[in-house]
């Protein structure tokens, strides 16, 4: 009779044992609902059959159950766990390995597996000391020796924890078992010995480090790549633990090879980490080869994270001291991405270029990148340019003012007249910034023009942009200049019949300068022709025109009553279009109310 056979036929009595039957048979349905049902009551099962039964019959019957389903083997690892008790303590903790282990042995879920692992070790905590050897290590062997990969797998996960608790033999046999594990012909095996091993390092003695030296060697030569990419993360763990010879004599040879590997994955993930791994080794000179490598790549992702590499990596030889490193091997480094035939490595590299500059110095920079900010500068792809144009401020203050303005203007030009409204209007942003740095005369010199025919550009945002700009130009170069030079143009855009979006520029810019000028300036120069505007043909020029005097109500108001009322009055009159009507009503219930409250000061 089976063990399953013989607990059935225990439980046949009374009425708590009838309970844990029927859930007995839960388990053994075909419905997933049952099962989970009859696992979730387990210590009550546990509880009916009584500490010795539980031992001999439930244990037992667990360790020959089967089922596939994900989440019954999870609550399955779960429940076992907590049946401690229910098996008598610590003394008998040791009956719950023989269901987990059969579970680990065949669990195709990494997930449930690496469960298992914990359970398994949480129990071997438990262990009275005279029981790890009888217990444990048997486990163990089983385990990877298991036919199938996930119980190898699963003895793979052990071994680190129960390192530290064995003495010095079982831990030369423990490497031993290790070594036939790293070597082992299933791939899946091989992967998980290398994710495994920054855990294992860790608990290796200094004597010691020689096998992981050569468990790192043979799975960094491993022929599947999924294992070499996985082997710089235990790079790093493993020159934690290294001298610096050691290091220099182990671990740099390896990453040399694998900065040429055939797989541009393993190279990939050896650029991401290879700040930190330079961080670790604390060595960066050593590095240069495999740094020459990846940046030389072929691949362009590989490449791509090496440009976000590049300037942490070259803190390091600044810091250190090594300004022969920065010319003989980073300006190289960076020149072949400046001049890379792929337009999204310049666009990064040119996000790269201010931290450059910036650490090394203007005396640096002035010598060995100002070619290549240059040739960025007139580089063919509209980014590139676009990203150095936003960093004028830094350029200014890393390489001077005479340098950017040679090199930026005749990128400026070319983005001014870009088929992309959007970098036009990016540029237009730039220009307080330029008419600061530069001042007036290179302004009207070089730039003005160019402003001046954004105000005629066919998309609206961009006529409108430069118009609300001027505000800012009436501030850098006071109102005089803007009397000379911005005024007479505004007034001809505002007088010009044919276009009527020239027009509502003209109302745009207007606005924008009255805000800056004298009392004086507006009534005389703006309010007339804000005035003339209300008459416009257009009904969207004439109620912007009374917005905008609305606007002006703190300046214009002792010419409120002889010039602008009566204007007002009329178009809620006779004006025959209701938004126009309406915004005239508003202006003068504006007007009246700032002037109510300004009466009691007057």
């Excluded at 025919?453 to 609206?460: E, I, N, Q």
Aim: aromatic share 8%; glycine share 2%; charged share 25%.
């Amino acid at each position: 009779m089976s063990s399953i056979e013989y607990m059935e036929e225990d439980i046949l009595i009374p009425r708590l044992e009838n309970i844990a039957f029927e859930l007995i048979n839960k388990l053994k349905s075909d419905q997933i609902e049952y099962k989970v049902d009859a696992l979730n009551k387990l210590d009550l099962i546990a509880t009916a059959l009584g500490v010795e039964r539980t031992r001999t019959k439930l244990i037992p019957y667990l360790t020959d159950y089967k089922c596939e389903d994900e989440n019954v083997l999870i609550l399955l690892v779960d429940q076992l766990a907590r049946l401690i008790n229910k098996v008598g303590g610590s003394s008998y903790v040791h009956v719950l390995l023989a269901p987990l282990e059969s579970i680990a042995s065949v669990v195709k879920y990494v997930t449930i597996r690496d469960k298992v692992v914990e359970s398994i070790i949480q129990i071997i905590q438990l262990l009275p000391k005279g029981q790890f050897i009888d217990y444990v290590f048997p486990l163990l062997k089983r385990l990877s020796r298991s036919k199938l990969g996930t119980g190898r797998c699963s003895a793979i996960g052990i071994i680190p924890f129960i390192y530290s608790l064995s003495d010095e033999i079982q831990q030369n046999d423990l490497r031993i078992l290790f070594t036939d594990l790293v070597n082992d012909s299933d791939l899946m095996v091989r992967n998980t010995a290398f994710q495994i091993l920054p855990d294992f390092f860790i608990k290796l003695k200094p004597k010691e480090m020689k096998s992981g030296y050569k468990w790192f060697e043979k799975l960094s030569r491993d022929k599947e790549e999924c294992v070499r990419t996985n082997s710089i993360n235990s790079l790093i763990c493993l020159s934690d633990r290294m001298k610096l010879e050691q290091r220099k004599q182990y671990l740099i040879p390896i990453i040399e090879r694998l900065s040429q590997d055939t797989s541009w994955q393993v190279k990939q993930n050896l650029a991401i980490k290879f700040n930190t791994l330079s961080e670790s080794i604390q060595h960066p000179l050593s590095l240069i080869i495999p740094f020459q490598h990846l940046i030389a790549s072929s691949e362009k992702k590989v490449k791509v994270t090496m440009v976000t590499q590049l300037v942490a990596f070259s803190s390091q030889f600044v810091l250190l001291e090594y300004p022969e490193t920065m010319t003989t091997a980073i300006i190289p480094a960076v020149a072949l991405f400046v001049m890379d035939k792929d337009k999204e490595i310049r666009e990064m590299i040119s996000n790269e270029m201010i931290g450059m500059a910036t650490l090394l110095g203007n005396e640096q920079t002035t010598m060995h990148l100002l070619p290549l900010f240059s040739k960025l500068f007139r580089d063919d792809d509209v980014r590139v340019k676009l990203n150095m144009m936003s960093q004028l401020e830094i350029l200014h203050k890393v390489i001077g003012k005479q340098f950017v303005s040679e090199n930026m203007l005749p990128a400026f030009n070319e983005l001014s007249k870009d088929k992309d409204w959007y970098i036009r209007n990016r540029m237009i942003e730039y220009i307080p910034f330029l008419a600061k740095e530069y001042g007036e005369l290179f302004f009207h010199e070089q730039l003005f023009k160019q402003y001046i025919l954004w105000l005629h550009d066919p998309v609206f945002s961009i006529r409108k942009a430069a118009a609300m700009n001027f505000k800012h130009l009436a501030v850098i170069f006071e109102s005089d200049w803007i009397k000379k030079h911005v005024i007479p143009g505004l007034n001809e855009l505002a007088v010009d019949l044919d276009s009527y979006k020239k027009r509502l520029t003209a109302l745009f810019g207007f606005s924008a300068i009255a805000e800056v000028l004298s009392v004086n300036d507006v009534v005389e120069s703006i309010v007339p022709v804000l005035l003339q505007l209300t008459y416009d043909p257009v009904p969207n020029i004439r109620f912007n025109a009374i917005q905008s005097i609305e606007l002006l109500h703190v300046k214009t108001s002792m010419i409120y009553k002889s010039k602008i009322q009566p204007v007002l009055e009329e178009l809620i009159e006779n004006d025959k279009d209701k938004d126009v009507q309406f915004h005239a009503k508003r202006a003068m219930e504006s007007f009246s109310h700032w002037r109510r409250r300004r009466r009691p000061n007057l």
